[in-house]
């Protein structure tokens, strides 16, 4: 069911991979509520991954940028401007990679240098990009940013490993970018803390599934779908969130307000 809240606005999606990824799913779901929207992912996802069959759908192009390249981001926002004959109104950051991770490096053992490049995809990413887009003048008055965060930017959550660090600073740069883009065009920038959900980056995390399933039992509304998420993202992108701005916005079921459940303490007490 559409409502129309995206009707004549204009966007790009970044990180659609394959059909799990949560870009995928905003993408479908901005389209629906009347976006037009310009695709984008690393020149190797693009390869590897299966967003020509999105991009049809959606009826979209599809421009390759390594976010850690600033040439890529320049000539994504020159391209998108000259598709769209102007700027857009919405962008959504759906990037993440942690390379320890990857190679399976454990917190207390971190390489910097994989650091250094986890740290520049899934964080200094998000800078690259607002600061590429207020170079272009890309983003119309009253636009809207979200990025994808967790709450291991606030919580321990061990097998999140540097991760959360890098998170932590992806929130901080929402509301640093946040204040600037907001007092220059009023453009409002967020980020969304969606609950764990079955993608091709969350199952690159150690014990996934049954943190997933924790999660589940910790959380009154249980755990947000992806779906969900393209949803409360679409209304981060209407015209009904203007002034929500700066803001770190769990989208999780209650898991981040909620210390224990009574499903938990049963399941402790077998
Ligand atoms: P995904 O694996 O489908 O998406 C990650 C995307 O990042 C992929 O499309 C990948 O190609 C892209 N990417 C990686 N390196 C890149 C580079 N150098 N340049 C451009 N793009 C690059 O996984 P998912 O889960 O949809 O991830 C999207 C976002 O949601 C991430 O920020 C993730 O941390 C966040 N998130 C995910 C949760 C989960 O449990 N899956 C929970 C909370 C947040």
């Not at 740069?173 to 409002?188: A, D, E, N």
């Amino acid at each position: 069911m559409s409502h129309n809240l995206l009707k004549g606005k204009k966007g790009i999606i970044f990180g659609a991979l394959d059909e799990k990824s949560i870009a995928w799913k905003t993408a479908l779901r901005c389209v629906a509520e009347g976006a037009e929207i310009v695709l984008t992912n690393a020149p190797v996802a693009i390869r590897m991954g299966e967003i020509n069959k999105l991009a049809e759908q959606c009826k979209a192009p599809v421009i390759g940028a390594d976010v850690t390249n600033m040439d890529d981001l320049d000539n994504l926002f020159l391209k998108t401007k000259e598709h769209f004959g102007g700027g857009v109104d919405f962008i959504l950051h759906s990037i993440g990679m942690s390379v320890n991770m990857r190679k399976g490096n454990d917190y207390t053992n971190l390489n910097y240098d994989y650091m250094h490049k986890s740290v520049d995809i899934s964080a200094m990413s998000f800078h690259r990009v607002l600061q590429t887009a207020i170079k272009h003048d890309a983003i119309n008055e009253w636009g809207s940013v979200v990025a994808l965060t967790f709450i291991a930017a606030h919580l321990a959550f061990p097998n999140y490993n540097e991760m959360a660090d890098i998170k932590a600073m992806l929130e901080s740069i929402t509301r640093s970018f946040g204040y600037q883009y907001g007092m220059k065009k009023h453009v409002r920038i967020n980020t969304v803390s969606q609950s764990p959900t079955v993608t091709t980056a969350g199952q690159g995390i150690a014990g996934f599934d049954g943190f997933v399933s924790f999660s589940e039992k910790m959380s009154p509304l249980g755990n947000a779908s992806a779906d969900q998420c393209a949803e409360f993202t679409v209304s981060l992108f209407s015209d009904y969130t203007r002034m929500v701005t700066m803001q770190n916005l769990f989208h999780d079921g209650g898991f981040s307000s909620t210390g224990v459940t009574e499903a938990v303490i049963a399941q402790m007490s077998k």
